[in-house]
């Protein structure tokens, strides 16, 4: 029998140029949920042009700065607010009948040497990787299907939950 569970989009509205940034989460039991993101921090001048278009694409293995951890729901509430990552404003939740976090945690790990692409492989891609493969009936709009849904603000707006403040 499959295991009850939600997924949580976490977003700031103001990293990226303003175009935002998510993280993910998800629920592995009663008590405990797994979260993390790429958050893939500028660390350069913003006039370094020459890093811009290295930043727009990074090969797997390289730094993207990963993270991710496991808690309870207040845990994760804690640490999204307050770093020491990026820090997240909102969240939206949604609850459903089946999950696998097991599948979850694996592509989850696997993001962490996977690279990231401005266009193919950004946060909102692996946000939706994460929440695919934790449940086939997620409901969450996929950043293949309409290029606007690449850019994060505009995809969190599109999941169909109320939005929560942290």
């Given at each position: 029998m499959a295991l009850e569970g939600s997924i949580l989009a976490f977003i700031n509205y103001k990293q990226a140029a303003q175009f935002g940034h998510v993280a993910w989460g998800f629920r592995l039991d009663e008590h405990s949920y797994y979260f993390g993101s790429t958050d893939h921090l500028w660390k350069h001048d913003w006039w370094n042009?020459?890093?811009?278009?290295?930043?727009?694409?990074?090969p797997p293995h390289g730094d993207i700065d990963y993270w991710a951890a496991s808690g309870s729901k207040e845990d994760m509430f804690k640490m999204m607010r307050s770093g020491p990552h990026i820090r997240y404003h909102a969240y939206k939740e949604?609850?459903?009948?089946?999950?696998?976090?097991?599948?979850?945690?694996?592509?989850?790990?696997?993001?962490?040497?996977?690279g990231w692409n401005l266009a193919k492989h950004n946060c909102v891609h692996q946000a939706f990787l994460v929440f695919s493969n934790y449940s086939k009936t997620h409901c969450i709009p996929s950043p293949f299907a309409d290029p606007l849904n690449m850019i994060p603000k505009t995809w969190f707006a599109r999941i169909d939950s109320s939005v929560q403040s942290l």
């Open positions: 042009l020459a890093a811009w278009w290295r930043y727009m694409d990074v949604i609850c459903l009948d089946e999950s696998s976090p097991s599948a979850a945690i694996n592509v989850a790990e696997e993001l962490k040497a996977g």
